[in-house]
């Protein structure tokens, strides 16, 4: 999934997340608003603990409004951050400790591989076919310049997600912006026949 569908269509930064660490994130990612991907991000302690602080990396760059990271260098200098990402974190076992880091996470399980290595193979190539560099490209484009759309209907929509599901607003947020690209960018809807539909 990572390699034939949010790679070529996000074109995120992709990093180890049992062993990248927060400093090189940092000073890697800077003032990019990049997609960030983590695979590989369980493990035993020391990866957990690691995990840990990429989260808290994660929930330091989820707003508009969050305050700057300051830090300071070797040689006394200051260094401010203002990240602005939105994080993928790929893993067999999703454990997430905090509540806080929890109620940002949108969780995706997936079904495990077909049973029969033929089945995916077909998937495989079916996503290959579609998701050449030019579709993607295009679907890149398309989102940033309906980007105002997919927000406003996600604000119309996110509360009566919260009243239905019981889920917290930031946690219905996150569904719907989902449910606003679907409307938007895969069915081709305007925001006004997305909130009739």
């Given at each position: 999934v990572i390699e034939h569908l949010v790679t070529p269509i996000a074109a995120p930064q992709f990093f180890n997340g049992a062993e990248t660490t927060p400093p090189y994130l940092r000073a890697k990612i800077a003032a990019d608003?990049?997609?960030?991907?983590?695979d590989e991000t369980e493990?035993?302690?020391?990866?957990?603990?690691?995990?840990?602080?990429?989260?808290?990396?994660?929930?330091?760059s989820t707003s508009d409004n969050?305050?700057?990271?300051?830090?300071?260098?070797?040689?006394?200098?200051?260094i401010d951050y203002k990240m602005k990402n939105m994080f993928m974190f790929a893993s067999i076992h999703a454990g997430v400790d905090d509540e806080a880091d929890e109620k940002r996470i949108l969780r995706v399980n997936l079904k495990k591989k077909p049973d029969s290595e033929s089945k995916w193979k077909n998937q495989r190539n079916e996503l290959l076919r579609l998701c050449t560099e030019e579709n993607c490209r295009r679907i890149r484009s398309l989102t940033w310049s309906k980007l105002g759309d997919i927000i406003k209907l996600s604000e119309e929509i996110d509360e009566i997600i919260s009243e239905v599901t019981g889920m917290d607003l930031r946690s219905s947020f996150a569904e719907a912006l989902i449910i606003s690209c679907y409307f938007i960018i895969w069915r081709g809807m305007s925001r006004e026949e997305s909130l009739s539909d």
């Open positions: 608003s990049c997609g960030v991907v983590f493990g035993g302690d020391r990866a957990k603990e690691n995990r840990r602080e990429l989260f808290l990396v994660m929930r330091q969050s305050p700057v990271v300051g830090k300071s260098n070797k040689d006394q200098g200051c």
